[in-house]
Structures are given as structure tokens and as C-alpha cells.
């Protein structure tokens, strides 16, 4: 149990490469990065947990203890309620949220801020077991069946390695990551919102994974030869996405590590076609700015990142090679300690 003032501090995410795949225990590549959500909290004598974000009009104010988290309001609320319905703390208490992690823009603003406020709650635990209880809370807080990807790469982050995860096993390999090359990622101003509209989207595409492998067995061992068993051709679509994107994430850790950004950023393209012809889960604005992107002398490779339905691109890149967008770079995981 945390006792006195604490400073809990969780950085977002980028993924290079791996999306649609950790729902069904695939691979993904991502970094925590150095965007990210601090809470200053102090837990008192009162049986309500009560945040103020500067982002954000109205505090969330959430009663102890949690019954359903979907009921809070204001909706940024549901996560923290997602959160404490998880972590159970034994007594509330007052903060403040700061986050500089862009919102609905594929950054996994929402892990940052279970991944902060657990801590902030006293959760004490692996960083897997920190992961799976915010992955609840998410679910919990959306509705949204989503995987582990997020909440993972924030609490295990490796500073100056992405993540190679495999989301069967939750084990998390760092890559080092090339000191010549920079990571940028560029917002196509179309926010998501995986509570709503997109979240019915992702769930649909995760029925139809579970559909696929009903008829071919897990996506994660199967290969391009074991789909011709699957004769609606949508499935096969979308089957063919998490079996490539697995061979792409094997293939893009080893580019990677190896320091071949050639190789990385093909990989990458390649990644963005299958999201979007396959798996369709792209924008005429996304694909436009990955065009664009990849265009610039400099540039590798490019591809929608995280969910898809808007959000972010992110870019592999010569030093220098774009001045606009975030130029982020691979930190360690969430942390907390008295403030
Ligand atoms: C969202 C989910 C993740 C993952 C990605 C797509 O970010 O929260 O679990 O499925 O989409 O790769």
C-alpha cells in the first residue's frame, strides 16, 4: 500500500511494426517513448479517488468501490474507474494528471494513463502483471476487447531499445534501436476513438480473427499456405494480414538490430499496404500521408500506427530527414517514487 505523496510517471507508445497481431498472440514491435502521463497523488482519509487533468474541464471524481466503470463521468473518468476497480486501493485520495501524449491519435494515451494512475494507486507487481491489470481496466473502461500491446510496451519500456513482444507468452525482447536513425511520428489530424465507432471496428476485425482460426487453427503458427482452407474471402483478407504482419515483425527486429534501416523501412510499407488492402483499416488521409512521407529523401519506410481509423503515421528516418511531426525516442517503462 503506497503511504504519503507520490509522483507516478508512464510514457505512451509507438509501434514500428506488429498491428492487428497481439489479439491473437502474435508478434509486435513497439517502443515506450518519450511522451507521456505523470500523476501527482496523495492518498488520504476519504473513500473517493479524485483527479484534476490539465487537459481536461471536469475532474474525474470516482467512489470506492468501483462497481461499474462504464457508469463514470466525465468519460476520461471510466479509465481511472477502470483502473481502481483493478487495483483496489484501500482508501482514496487527490492528484493531478499531466499528459503530454497526444489524444486518439494512436499514441496510447489511454495506457499511459491507466498505466500512471495504477501506480499512483499503489499497484505493486511485475510490469506483466501492471500491464494485464490496466489491459482489464481499458477493456473494462471501453468496452473495447483490446490486447496487451500498450499497456505492456508502457510498463516495460527499454530505454534505447524498442520492444519485441510475443504476445503469447507476453515476452519482451529488446531490440537495440540504430543510434544513426530517428523515429517521427506525423498526426493526420483524424482522432479516433476507441470507445466508439472505431472500437466497434476493432472488435469486429478481432470476431473475424477468431472466425479465421476456428477454421485454420492459431493465427500465430499458421502460414500463407494453411489459408486456403478459408473460403469467405474477407477472412482471408484479414487472415493473411496477422500472418504476414508476424513474418514482418520477425523479419523488421532482426533488420533492426542488425542496423539495415533499408530493410526496416520496406518492411514498413509493406506493413501500411497490408493494414490497408487486407486488414482495411486505414484512411484515404493516412495512406496519403505515408505517400507523402516516404516521398522525402531520408525516409525508409512509413505506415499507419496502433489501432488505424485515423491517428498517427509513424516514420523511419535519416537524422534530419523531417522537421515536422514528434521526434520521439525509446525510453524506459512507467515508474513511480515519493514525491
Ligand atoms: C490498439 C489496441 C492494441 C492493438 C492495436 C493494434 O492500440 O489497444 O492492443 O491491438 O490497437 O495493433
Known amino acids: 500500500m503506497t503511504t504519503g505523496r507520490v509522483r507516478a510517471h508512464a510514457p505512451g507508445r509507438v509501434n514500428l511494426i506488429g498491428d492487428h497481431t497481439d489479439y491473437t498472440g502474435g508478434l509486435v514491435l513497439p517502443m515506450a517513448i518519450d511522451l507521456g502521463t505523470t500523476v501527482e497523488y496523495e492518498p488520504g482519509d476519504t473513500d473517493r479517488v479524485v483527479l484534476r487533468s490539465s487537459a481536461e474541464p471536469e475532474a474525474a471524481i470516482v467512489a470506492l468501490p468501483v462497481d461499474d466503470p462504464r457508469s463514470a463521468r466525465p ?48 499497484f505493486s507487481g511485475t510490469p506483466v502483471e501492471l500491464a494485464l491489470a490496466c489491459q482489464r481496466a481499458e477493456q473494462a473502461a471501453t468496452g473495447t476487447p483490446s490486447g496487451i500491446m500498450d499497456q505492456l510496451a508502457s510498463a516495460a519500456g527499454v530505454e534505447g531499445s524498442a520492444l519485441r513482444i510475443d504476445c503469447s507468452t507476453l515476452q519482451v525482447t529488446p531490440v537495440p534501436f540504430p543510434g544513426d536513425a530517428e523515429v517521427v511520428v506525423v498526426d493526420s489530424g483524424q482522432q479516433r476513438d476507441l470507445g466508439g465507432e472505431a472500437g466497434r471496428a476493432y472488435a469486429e476485425r478481432r470476431a473475424s480473427c477468431e472466425a479465421a482460426e476456428a477454421v485454420v487453427g492459431p493465427l500465430r503458427t499458421a502460414t500463407l499456405d494453411d489459408l486456403v482452407q478459408l473460403r469467405d474471402p474477407v477472412l482471408l483478407r484479414r487472415a493473411r494480414h496477422v500472418v504476414s504482419e508476424n513474418a514482418r515483425v520477425r523479419e523488421c527486429s532482426e533488420a533492426l538490430a542488425a542496423g539495415d534501416l533499408r530493410a526496416s523501412g520496406h518492411l514498413m510499407l509493406a506493413s501500411h499496404a497490408s493494414l490497408r488492402d487486407d486488414y482495411e483499416v486505414s484512411t484515404p488521409e493516412l495512406d496519403a500521408l505515408v505517400a507523402r512521407l516516404t516521398a522525402v529523401p531520408g525516409v525508409h519506410g512509413a505506415r499507419v500506427t496502433g489501432a488505424g481509423f485515423g491517428g498517427c503515421v509513424v516514420a523511419l528516418t535519416d537524422p534530419g530527414a523531417l522537421a515536422e511531426g514528434w521526434h520521439v525516442r525509446p525510453v524506459a517503462g512507467a515508474s513511480v517514487q515519493p514525491a
Do not use: I, K, N
Request: glycine share 14%.
Open 75 to 122: 468519460s476520461w473518468a471510466r479509465y481511472v474507474a477502470g483502473v481502481a476497480a483493478q487495483v483496489r486501493p484501500t482508501t482514496g485520495g487527490t492528484g493531478t494528471l499531466d499528459s503530454t501524449v497526444p489524444r486518439g491519435s494512436g499514441l496510447s494515451s489511454s495506457a499511459a494513463l491507466e498505466v500512471s494512475v495504477a501506480l499512483a494507486l499503489g
